[in-house]
């Protein structure tokens, strides 16, 4: 009995990271200019897609696919914010969730006539497969490596914006964003390369999304109803928040799953309406 | 004084005058009963289009006047669709009008219990909490399979003849003139309360949340009060299509019903009663052309549609046609 809660505990915390790769960058987005982008999992799914293409058409390793998911997806989401996003960042939010949902349906088509509507699989290179057997429990290596390179984005993000120029600017802009204004910050400059990063770990969540729950042309829709919990949960602009969120949600995801089938995903929905009801600006937001 | 008594006598004139129909609305309500003589093959699909237009006026009066964005109203529709088919199903419940009120007022109840969550919660917060009781809803339904039958579909629905006369008949010609009478009716009652002083008040919550209070306006009540109003015409739209197809299916909760409805509702343009129907029709009709199309590049078209319409008619076709011919817009 404990082992299997450990394993739903592992298990659960390894989707929980992979939820935080893909929505960690909506959750700063949002924070910044208040768009709401439903159009985020698409980004997910380009990244997919992109790893899908890179190791099975070039015939690279998984290693070389996950940064080309990252830039890939970073490049595509640069140009649609300099066309399209930028005219709505005024509008209202009717405007935009219609605008970024009709992208996610257009994505999906478009998935589906290129690749199929099939689920895509990708060979895992020998080293990620497998388990690994601790105090007489297998936990998946695979599952191990997320954990380890979610930490790692986790880091890399903390620093970043903790300790970097650009890391004080976003927060300037996202603590009061007339005010960085003011102080000669060029909050639409700021915006764009966020925007670009956090769609650039979409993508790469994506990538890592393949091997644990697969890829099809719904993937934008499916994980956008889990990214959009995650932020809503953790707070806009929080990284602690969203990385909270991630994990509570993956544990409650699988723990649901696997010990009440038949009521798991309704679970999650009652405790997504619970927390909002309580704390309508999510665990760790501000606004 | 005299002044004061001069305000408010212009202000109840004005409102008269918006409620004034004009000749256009009477061309429009006439032409909805030429299925019953050009195109009696189309009359079920036409009942199908009464049916969402009262649907679609329904989210109209939350997300259109009083600036809720809700993408989980379908939640509504199921509730009636369900009641109304339960109570037939598994009570023997078949007569047709009690049966649409009952599934009126099982979601209206529920629609006032979630209205306390509603006004709580702005921006992204909101669209969540809709969003999520949307799913809930759904899946729910799933889950109480016994009961709802699931993805199978609620079977042994049995409606008795309306009146005990107009029996439901294979063309559809009851099941439209059904259709049309109740949205006929549930337009009338809509289109009172946009014209009222709630209405008014509804489309200052919609400009600006802030300075109502100021101005001694409750629109915490306000709010309550209309999506209430909504969630009931959202469950009649759902018993009729209940009632029409004697079967309840789950695909009456789910998201792309949702989701359907705001985009017939930014095709028509929000904010104006009109809009709604024309959305659903031209949705419907264009649907129900291309359904020979695999429905993955239907959804394509959707969204080319969707991010053109709001890119260059952030008003909508009808709010498009009005600023070209010139006409103010409110």
Known sequence: MISQFAIVLFDGFAFGMLLFVLSVGLSVTLGLMNFINLAHGAFGMLGGYIAVVVMRRLGLPFLVALPAAFLGAALVSIVFERTLFRRLYKAGELNQVLFTIGLVFVAAASAAYVFGTGLQVIQMPSFLRGSVEIGGMRFGTYRIFLIVVALIVTALLYFGLERTRLGAQIRASVDNQRVAQGLGLDVERIFAITFALGSGLAGLGGALAIEIVGLDPSFGFHYLVYVLIVVAVGGLGSITGSFVGAALLGISDVAGKYFVPEIGSFLIYLVLIAILFVRPHGLFGKR | ?330
């Open chain 2, 1 to 330: 004084m005299a002044e004061i008594t001069q305000t408010i006598v212009d202000a109840r004139g004005w409102l008269k005058l918006q409620t004034r129909w004009s000749p256009y609305e009477i061309a429009f309500w006439v032409a909805t009963l030429l299925p019953f003589f050009f195109l009696p093959t189309y009359l079920s699909l036409a009942s199908q289009i009464a049916i969402t237009a009262l649907f679609a006026i329904s989210v109209d009066l939350v997300l259109g006047y009083a600036g809720i964005v809700t993408l989980g109203h379908a939640m509504f529709f199921g509730l009636g669709a369900y009641a109304s088919g339960l109570i037939s199903a598994k009570l023997g419940w078949n007569e047709p009008i009690s049966g649409l009120i009952f599934g009126g007022l099982v979601a209206g109840a529920v629609g006032f219990i979630v209205s306390f969550m509603i006004v709580r919660v702005q921006h992204l917060a909101l669209l969540m909490i809709t969003l999520g009781l949307g799913f809930l809803t759904y899946e729910l339904a799933n889950a109480l399979s016994s009961i709802t039958g699931g993805t199978d579909g609620l079977q042994g629905v049995d409606i008795s003849p309306i009146f005990g006369t107009f029996n439901f008949d294979l063309w559809g010609y009851t099941a439209y003139a059904y259709s049309l009478i109740v949205l006929f009716i549930g337009f009338l009652i809509s289109r009172r309360i946009v014209n009222s002083s709630f209405g008014l008040a509804l489309r200052g919550v919609r400009e600006n949340v802030k300075r109502m209070p100021a101005i001694g306006s409750d629109y915490r009540f306000h709010l309550q009060k209309i999506y209430t109003i909504s969630a009931v015409m959202a469950g009649v739209a759902g018993a009729l299509l209940t009632q029409t197809t004697e079967t309840v299916s789950l695909d009456t909760l789910s998201f792309n019903r949702s989701a359907d409805v705001v985009v017939m509702l930014i095709l028509g343009g929000t904010g104006r009663l009109y809009g709604a129907i024309l959305g659903a029709i031209i949705f419907m009709i264009a649907r129900d052309q291309l359904s020979g199309l695999n429905p993955q590049y239907w959804y394509f078209w959707i969204g080319i549609l969707l991010m053109v319409v709001v890119l260059t008619m952030p008003k909508g076709i009808l709010g498009g046609l009005s600023r070209l011919i010139g006409r103010r817009d409110e």
